[in-house]
């Protein structure tokens, strides 16, 4: 009897290792595919800018930790990691165009989650009725659609 509740145990053990890596899988695959942004709020604004008609900014995370994306004149792409409900920024490199208003306010949200002293940004994200909500600063949101 010992023998089969030692087993028992190890294989209760084991199981629970893989559905906690399953998880992961699970947050790292939440955030991958194509986003398109709906709307930019910078933090401690009063207005929310919705995307204009006729522009896209739009992002893809990749499941290999890479994410490529354009505004209506640049391309950015990077790295980046998710732990929890924090997805974290680990490199951006972008062209360096004049941007729209739409755009200008995109790298304005990047640049406001970036952690002081660091080269890194971090925001938090949660889903809601299918959209990615971006969350950052004090106030600060951008919704993906």
Known sequence: MKKSSSLLITITAFLLLLSCSDSDDDTQNAIAGSWRIASIK?????LVQLAPPNEDIT???QTDNTFVG???????????????????LLSFTTTEVADTQFGTAFYGAITEAQVP????AQLRFQF???????????????VLE
């Not at 910078?42 to 009063?46: D, F, Q």
């Open 42 to 46: 910078v933090s401690n604004a009063t």
């Open 117 to 120: 002293n660091t080269t890194v």
């Open 59 to 61: 992002i893809d995370f």
């Open 128 to 142: 809601d009725s299918g959209d990615l909500i971006l969350t950052f600063g004090d106030g600060g949101e951008m």
């Open 70 to 88: 354009s505004t209506s004149v640049n391309q950015f792409s990077g790295d980046y990691e998710l732990e929890n409900t924090t997805l974290t």
